[in-house]
């Protein structure tokens, strides 16, 4: 069992960054592929971003690319997620998600709480 926790949302203005890290409880996670996935209001989860074990292979939603970005530190069995020139639109829960590898809500096998990301315009 892997235990998932974000952290970092908060309110913001359009243009502005936030880093969102998933923290998960075991080293087990080392071995695991991560994503991240937000939900708006009346939304589907759509999937955000995700990355190997080994950082090896990255894939970004269109929506966000080059302006998120995912990475993960082992060493201390967590995961980011930079964000940068926020948009009103980026407005939802940020959820990670380990043991996986896909880009749907059903490709992971655990998965955090989430964490609220609001982006005022």
């Known amino acids: 069992q892997v235990q998932l926790v974000e952290s970092g949302g908060g309110l913001v203005q359009a243009g502005d960054s936030l880093t969102l890290s998933c923290a998960a409880s075991t080293r087990g996670f080392s071995g695991d592929n991560m994503g991240w996935f937000r939900q708006a209001p009346g939304k589907e989860r759509e999937f955000v971003a995700r990355?190997?074990?080994?950082?090896?292979?990255?894939t970004y939603a269109d929506s966000v690319k080059g302006r998120f970005t995912i990475s993960r530190d082992n060493a201390k069995n967590t995961g980011y997620l930079q964000m940068n020139s926020l948009k009103p639109e980026d407005t939802a829960v940020y959820y990670c998600?380990?043991?996986?590898w896909g880009t749907g809500r059903n490709d992971y096998h655990f998965w955090g709480r989430g964490t609220q990301v609001t982006v005022s315009s």
């Open positions: 998600a380990a043991r996986g």
């Open positions: 990355i190997m074990w080994n950082g090896n292979n990255i």
